[in-house]
């Protein structure tokens, strides 16, 4: 009997064991699927190849809707191209803008900004002729770019600077120049309170510009997010997306309340932050080699959806609200060096 007793209590044991280790095997393959199913969320179709030097860094990529142009800047090229989004191929390569980061485009005058950091000029491109037509100097780094279309402004941060230069659309010129005490990040304009936001990353602020006056009229701190450097905005659920490059956060910040109200952990190397008003979706861009993807559930709700694995040194990206579509430059592939502009559709989440 007592051999009969020790013999179950054996087997019992041996079948505890057994399931022990089928449940933890399930749990690592349920976490490994989670995890793998990330790059789902995004799936390559396709690819552009670019005409300019292989191996060098990419920035800023914004899309002319109603022309189906992207238009994407080559930093280290001193390049900018415009493709066709229909053909997929370059139509025009614009030449001699040293140390090109952003683009933003003024569509009511019919031209496109550049800010060129190794000359520190605004360069300004006339969109019907499809032509460089002036370079307006600027102090130190020109980067971010955002218009007022109102006010018929276009707002530049020279972030070396620790300034925003405020462009007239209509005479291209520098008509005042904002200094503040910390470097400048991305600024955004936003048509419902009809105000400029601007990262002061140094200090972990949003600054609010008013077009009207070109006068601060506050600074907003942003919690636990630090170095604030990428933006986008939410503006009809009064929503900024903030990419906080010293800690690898993504903020979701109230423009109502002028508080965050949300944190979610991002891939390093976070930098350009967009956001698609039509799917509520935010994807940053990450040196490390991935896109971190968030849903945004309603104003006051959002969850992560996962990183998804791209060439390293992608950090920049754009969306096409018409497609969904999401484009994202490369400078290498498989640590081989490249020139191309990668294609994603979205898949959807579960």
Same mark, same amino acid.
């Given at each position: 009997m007592k051999r009969f007793l020790l013999v179950v209590s054996v087997g019992l044991l041996l079948l505890s064991v057994v399931l +022990?280790?089928?449940?933890? @095997?399930?749990?690592?393959?349920?976490?490994?699927?989670?995890?793998?199913?990330?790059?789902?969320? +995004?799936?390559?179709?396709? @690819?552009i190849e670019l005409p300019g030097p292989k191996g060098k860094r990419f920035d800023y990529l914004t899309i002319d809707v109603s022309r189906h142009l992207l238009f994407s800047t080559h930093l280290g090229a001193g390049l900018l191209y415009a493709i066709d989004l229909r053909t997929k191929k370059v139509v025009k390569t614009f030449k001699n803008l040293p140390g090109i980061e952003g683009i933003e485009l003024a569509p009511d005058v019919k031209k496109a900004y550049t800010s060129n950091w190794q000359e520190n000029k605004i360069g300004v491109i006339d969109l019907q002729q499809?032509?460089?037509i002036k370079k307006i100097p600027t102090e130190s780094k020109p980067d971010g770019i955002a218009y007022a279309a109102p006010f018929h402004k276009i707002y530049v941060s020279d972030e070396r600077a620790k300034a925003e230069a405020v462009v007239d659309v209509t005479k291209d010129e520098v008509i005042t120049t904002l200094h503040f005490d910390s470097e400048t990040g991305n600024p955004r304009y936003d048509p419902v309170s009809k105000r400029i936001y601007i990262n002061l990353q140094d200090k972990n602020v949003i600054a609010e510009i008013d077009p009207a006056t070109d006068r601060e009229v506050a600074e907003h701190p942003v919690g636990r997010c630090k170095g604030n450097h990428g933006m986008a905005l939410d503006s009809e659920h009064r929503l900024a997306f903030l990419s906080c490059e010293e800690n690898d956060l993504m903020t979701v910040f109230s423009l109502d309340t002028n508080q965050p109200i949300a944190y979610f952990p991002q891939t390093k190397g976070g930098d350009v932050i967009a956001f698609d008003p039509g799917l509520k979706r935010i994807y940053v861009a990450c040196y490390d080699g991935a896109i971190s993807v968030f849903q945004?559930?309603?104003?006051?709700?959002?969850?992560?959806?996962?990183?998804?694995?791209?060439?390293?040194?992608?950090?920049?990206?754009?969306i096409d609200p018409e497609t969904h579509r999401v484009y994202a430059p490369e400078q290498e592939e498989n640590g081989a060096a490249a020139a191309k502009i990668a294609i994603f559709e979205v898949v959807p989440s579960s």
């Open positions: +022990l280790f089928a449940y933890e @095997s399930r749990r690592n393959n349920s976490s490994n699927q989670g995890s793998g199913s990330a790059p789902q969320l +995004l799936k390559q179709v396709g @690819s499809m032509k460089l945004e559930d309603d104003a006051t709700h959002f969850h992560k959806l996962g990183d998804v694995p791209v060439q390293k040194k992608v950090h920049s990206l754009a």
